[in-house]
């Protein structure tokens, strides 16, 4: 009982099996397809199901995919499920606000799970419009906050020995690098400096090979706490808020990262932050990436198509200053005096990261232009430019002055 809505992104090989997969599952469930749905950030395939009791569920189907990035392939996925299932168990407060979890489906080389479907709009939803509202997007915040941190994060905390941020973000963006190679534009990997948005900028395997052989630039800002690993990916499409109840948002908080270990909880403010600059309007919009009508010049503009909504702006350089006030966040973090130049570099890191995510992507996704294919090479260049100016200058101000000052490294989004 199943219908044929199912959309084909691409007729690759993968896209087919998905689709007779997604038939099979759904015919087992007894399940009608009502809609696809591409607001997420991986391969992953998700679809809205009608269930025979008349109940909405979603679908979340991942096959391998040769080439998939780790974080995105399906090894990653099958943790996600065991972090859904960790966070439940050990973290029982959590569950009203976390997503649950029905079933599970598993192959040789795909694994699917179905959890219900939770009518929502995303944590930024109320920033994107002519009209924003930050003070909606604050409370939002503040709600999902403190269930995290009262609930999940500071049940658990150990000490972390300095080297992170050399061996989670540098050794990832060297162990990626082939990939931006492959597919991006060669003038943006190939040369030794590049002018983003009138800003010089060193190569980022120099950076990263710079953090690597200077570790004293980063000693400093490194963890000296984990917490418990209540999530790990929080960007902002992770965030579903689902209604109000006494005046007060209510939310649900959904798809981990796919770890069991003690987290580095600013990893995960980082993704907030790097919702905000980057990532979610660039994937609605696109980017608009400009070379002066010279292809071959070191020196590019970068923006998201129509320019960064500009409640995300407000918000994204609002963000540190909410977490340094916030009630529950602050002292999670009081002995760990690096946090905010933490929280400033990963988010540089995040940028390269995600671009070569976008690489490994090839769900067709919906644009609010329209239902058109945002190139997968438009959305990493975007990614990877903007991470190469966000890098550069975190790392000159740890050159310079030893922290990154969030007020002057945020005024990089005016440019
Ligand atoms: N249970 C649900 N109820 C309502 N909407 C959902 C649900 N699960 C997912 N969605 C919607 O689908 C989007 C993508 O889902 P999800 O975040 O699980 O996947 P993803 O980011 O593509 O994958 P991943 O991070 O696992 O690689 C969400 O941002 C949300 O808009
Ligand atoms: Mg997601």
């Not at 591409?38 to 909405?56: K, N, Q, V, Y």
């Not at 963890?223 to 999530?231: D, E, G, Q, V, W």
């Amino acid at each position: 009982m199943t219908t044929a809505t199912v959309r084909i992104p691409e007729q690759t090989s993968i896209g087919i099996r998905e689709n007779e997969l997604i038939e099979e599952l759904t015919s087992e469930l007894r399940a009608n397809v009502e809609e696809e749905v591409t607001e997420g950030g991986s391969p992953a395939r998700l679809l809205r199901l009608l269930m025979p009791d008349g109940s909405r569920q979603v679908l979340k189907l991942q096959v391998e995919m040769p080439g998939a990035v780790d974080g995105h392939d399906l090894e990653s996925f099958r943790v996600k499920l065991r972090q859904i299932d960790k966070i439940r168990a050990d973290a029982p407060a959590l569950r009203e606000v976390y997503t649950d979890k029905l079933r599970e489906f598993h192959g040789h080389d795909w694994s699917a799970y179905t959890m219900p479907y939770y009518p929502n709009e995303d944590i930024a939803a109320s920033i994107r419009g002519e009209d924003p509202r930050v003070e909606e997007f604050f409370d939002r915040f503040d709600v999902t906050m403190t269930a995290l941190a009262e609930r999940g994060w500071s049940l658990e905390e150990s000490r972390s020995e300095p080297g992170q941020i050399s061996e989670i973000h540098a050794d990832r963006l060297t162990r990626r690098f082939w990939l931006l190679e492959k597919h991006l534009p060669s003038q943006y990997t190939s040369q030794e400096r590049l002018v983003v948005n009138g800003v010089p900028c060193r190569h980022p395997l120099e950076i990263a090979k710079l953090l690597s052989e200077r570790p004293e630039l980063t000693r400093h800002v490194d963890a000296t706490r984990l917490h418990f690993p209540a999530h790990g990916d929080l960007n902002t499409r992770n965030v579903l808020i689902t209604g109000e109840r006494d005046g007060r948002p209510t939310v649900r908080i959904i798809d981990p990262r796919g770890t069991l270990q003690p987290w580095d909880i600013v990893y995960d403010w980082g993704k907030v932050l790097f919702s905000l600059t980057v990532w979610d309007a660039g994937l609605r919009e696109g980017f608009q990436i400009d070379t002066a009508g010279d292809p071959s010049s070191p020196e590019v503009s970068v923006h998201q198509r129509g320019g960064l909504y500009p409640g995300y702006r407000t918000a994204a350089q609002r963000l540190v200053g909410a977490i340094a006030q916030h009630a529950h966040l602050a002292p999670l973090v009081a002995d760990d005096p690096g946090w905010r130049s933490r929280l400033l570099l990963g988010h540089g890191f995040h940028l390269l990261a995600e671009a070569a995510c976008r690489l490994s992507d090839i769900k067709k996704r919906a644009s609010s232009a329209g239902d058109v294919d945002l190139s997968p090479i438009e959305l990493a260049s975007g990614h990877y430019l903007l991470g190469v100016l966000f890098l550069e200058n975190a790392v000159a101000q740890l050159e310079d002055r030893g922290e990154i000052d969030p007020v002057s490294h945020l005024a990089l989004l005016d440019l």
